[in-house]
């Protein structure tokens, strides 16, 4: 994500010049926070004040040029914008760093990734919002949809999923619905870039016992990666080394007291059995 990649270099200027955020806001007069948010890339920064930054900074010459290049590209909109106001704005970020993400370690308690989702199954989670309005939930599902497509275009990331055993009994949208839902993760698995584990209920206590998270990595050297965790009004994002650390530690926990890919996917297939049994 360009927007970040331009906070990234921002920041490490700003560090370079022996600067606070306060000198910097007063320098400018700037508020602290405006400072702070462009950092952090949680805002979208005009070219001009990239100017206003290296001006404090004193880069001038190529390097200047670079980050001025860099600031326009980074106003540029996303794929993901035409879908308006079915992609919330605090969602917007985590897609821009989903589409530069080169890899993607995630782990789900309640239910199915979604870049693995079918669009029924998909449906159904988004139909558990009663405060949602139909046409509002089509655009979200086919927002869905237009993202699992990376996944198998060339470029695409790898992707390491471990499942809570829940995920793969939660009968979500009902039989037919979890079925095909199935054996579409049956189907992903065979993909070279995709790993899929199922932690089972024996495996007792486990480090992500707190809930679900995915740890994003991107292809530039300087950009580091970033743990995200998603709530219901918004999402949490943590990029500081020994955050980083923690959860890179807690997933390689969680891929060890997982079931094999191959025994993961027995045992997905005898589940979907026994739906077809009920039936």
């Known amino acids: 994500m360009k927007r970040r990649r331009l906070a990234g270099e921002l920041r490490r200027l700003r560090d370079a010049a022996g600067l606070t955020l306060d000198d910097v806001a007063e320098q400018l007069e700037w508020s602290n926070a405006k400072v702070s948010r462009i950092e952090n890339a949680r805002v979208s920064v005009l070219p001009r004040d990239v100017k206003y930054l290296l001006n404090v900074y004193g880069i001038e010459g190529e390097a ?162 970033v743990v995200y965790m998603e709530e219901q009004t918004g999402g949490l994002y943590l990029e500081k080394p020994p955050e980083i650390e923690r959860y890179t530690m807690a997933f390689d926990h969680l891929r060890a007291a997982a079931l094999r890919p191959s025994d993961s996917l027995a045992l997905i297939a005898r589940v979907a059995d026994k739906m077809t049994q009920k039936t």
């Open 64 to 225: 200047r040029e670079v980050l001025l290049a860099l600031a326009r590209e980074a106003k540029q909109k996303g794929w993901w914008h035409s879908y308006g106001e079915a992609i919330p704005a605090w969602f917007e970020v985590y897609v821009g760093l989903e589409s530069d993400a080169v890899t993607m370690d995630a782990y789900e308690s309640e239910h199915v990734p979604g870049l693995f989702q079918t669009a029924d199954y998909a449906r159904a989670v988004f139909q558990s919002f009663p405060i949602d309005e139909e046409a509002e939930i089509d655009k979200r599902v086919e927002l869905r949809m237009a993202r699992t497509e990376r996944l198998t275009v060339p470029g695409a990331p790898k992707f390491w999923a471990v499942l809570n055993e829940a995920v793969i009994h939660r009968l979500v949208g009902g039989d037919h619905t979890m079925r095909a839902q199935l054996a579409h993760l049956r189907d992903l698995a065979k993909l070279s870039n995709v790993t899929l584990q199922v932690l089972p209920f024996d495996a007792g206590a486990h480090p992500a016992m707190s809930g679900a998270f995915t740890i994003l990595g991107f292809p530039e050297p300087s950009d580091p990666k």
